[in-house]
């Protein structure tokens, strides 16, 4: 089992400051589709013994400099050894052709960042869990489903990018005809992309500023992700994904056992948040006539809209998930 070289900048690239608590490195792990995936260390410093460990990804079509290293350094700070992955085909991760997305490669991702953290060193391979942001979120809780070695999961501000690829947002566009129109589109592109020999891109999220009569959550994603959260290499800041990169999740649901996981689930969303019912309605199929109920949660935040959970240290709940991964 070999790595592929990959090209990684060492400077600090980040969309928030570097702590003085923590060390940071970059590291590299394979996955089982061959593709090798580039990773940020964040290390508690001086810290002695084995330690639990976080992995962490999303959102969908961000990179680590953004959100998820947020997050894994904050978490670093509280004792935890952390990594923030690059999914595969994205970021400085390895995988061609270049903005793909997969249920089943992306949940490979999280089992192939276990595989990493229950072999290094520094870690206690019995007390490894994962967060999943926005449409990572689903993605942890379908890895969490299937691999028993996650001790403990939160999904953050998640999407079921099942649901929405399929229904569109709000289930708006959940019927069969819809459905069938935009296969008709998409297998239309295909042919033609492949006529061409090479792909298009579907497009990041809106230019700022944003105009006045486009939906609320447009406008905060763009304030994100091309403003105060910009990334050269996010697809969101840019041009967002392959034009046919999220096909595949138009008939895959990928939270189908979530009510087997046995065990630990923490579910966050801001009641403001655009996407709220998709956090509501996992939890309800998590639970619903499940055994494993007594280490669910669903938390709530009065006021907090979809990007309130991206890079809001007041709204993030930190202290909650410190308890809550404390207890694997």
Same mark, same amino acid.
């Given at each position: 089992?070999k !790595?592929a070289? =990959?090209?990684?900048?060492?400077k600090?690239?980040?969309?928030?400051?570097?702590?003085?608590?923590?060390d940071?490195?970059?590291? @590299?792990?394979?996955?089982? %589709?061959?593709?090798?995936?580039?990773?940020?260390?964040?290390?508690?410093k001086n810290?002695?013994g084995?330690?639990?460990a976080i992995?962490?990804c999303?959102?969908?079509?961000?990179?680590?400099?953004?959100?998820?290293? =947020?997050?894994a350094?904050?978490?670093?700070?509280?004792?935890?050894?952390t990594?923030a992955?690059?999914p595969?085909?994205t970021?400085?991760s390895?995988?061609?052709?270049?903005? *793909?997305?997969?249920?089943?490669?992306?949940?490979?991702?999280?089992?192939?960042?276990?595989?990493f953290?229950?072999?290094?060193?520094?870690?206690?391979?019995?007390?490894?869990g994962i967060?999943g942001?926005?449409?990572?979120?689903?993605?942890?809780l379908?890895?969490a489903?299937?691999?028993?070695?996650?001790k403990?999961?939160?999904?953050?501000?998640? %999407?079921?990018?099942?649901?929405?690829?399929?229904?569109?947002?709000?289930?708006?566009?959940?019927?069969?005809?819809?459905?069938?129109e935009?296969?008709? &589109?998409?297998n239309? =592109?295909?042919?033609a992309?492949?006529?061409k020999?090479? %792909?298009?891109?579907?497009g990041g999220?809106?230019?700022l500023?944003?105009?006045?009569?486009?939906?609320?959550?447009?406008?905060?994603?763009s304030e994100?992700?091309?403003?105060?959260?910009?990334?050269?290499?996010?697809?969101?800041?840019?041009e967002?994904?392959?034009?046919?990169g999220? *096909?595949?999740?138009?008939?895959?649901p990928?939270?189908?056992? @979530?009510?087997?996981?046995?065990?630990?689930?923490?579910?966050?969303?801001?009641d403001? &948040?655009?996407?709220? %019912?998709?956090?509501?309605?996992?939890?309800?199929?998590m !639970?619903?006539d499940?055994?494993?109920?007594?280490?669910?949660?669903?938390?709530?935040i009065?006021?907090?809209?979809?990007?309130?959970?991206y890079?809001?240290?007041?709204v993030?709940?930190?202290?909650?998930?410190?308890s809550?991964?404390?207890?694997?």
């Open positions: 089992m !790595t070289d =990959l090209i990684m900048t060492q600090w690239d980040k969309t928030f400051p570097k702590s003085d608590k923590v940071h490195s970059k590291v @590299t792990f394979i996955n089982r %589709y061959g593709i090798t995936l580039a990773a940020d260390m964040y290390v508690p810290s002695d084995k330690l639990p992995a962490v999303g959102p969908f079509g961000a990179v680590k400099e953004q959100c998820s290293g =947020l997050y350094q904050t978490m670093a700070q509280r004792g935890f050894l990594i992955f690059d595969s085909f970021g400085e390895g995988g061609e052709p270049r903005y *793909m997305a997969s249920p089943d490669i992306n949940t490979e991702d999280f089992q192939a960042a276990v595989d953290l229950s072999n290094c060193d520094k870690v206690d391979p019995e007390r490894i967060i942001i926005c449409g990572w979120g689903g993605m942890a379908n890895a489903a299937i691999d028993t070695r996650i403990a999961t939160v999904a953050s501000t998640m %999407y079921d990018m099942t649901r929405v690829n399929a229904n569109g947002y709000f289930d708006s566009e959940d019927s069969e005809e819809q459905r069938y935009k296969k008709l &589109a998409l239309k =592109l295909r042919t992309e492949y006529a020999g090479e %792909y298009s891109r579907g999220c809106v230019e500023p944003v105009p006045d009569d486009m939906p609320f959550f447009v406008k905060d994603y994100y992700y091309k403003g105060r959260a910009y990334h050269e290499r996010s697809l969101n800041s840019n967002g994904w392959n034009s046919i999220c *096909m595949s999740f138009m008939n895959q990928i939270l189908k056992y @979530t009510n087997e996981i046995r065990s630990s689930v923490l579910i966050i969303h801001g403001k &948040a655009h996407s709220c %019912y998709f956090g509501r309605d996992a939890y309800a199929d !639970t619903k499940s055994k494993y109920t007594d280490n669910k949660e669903l938390m709530i009065e006021g907090a809209v979809h990007t309130d959970l890079d809001n240290t007041e993030i709940p930190f202290d909650k998930m410190e809550f991964f404390n207890a694997m």
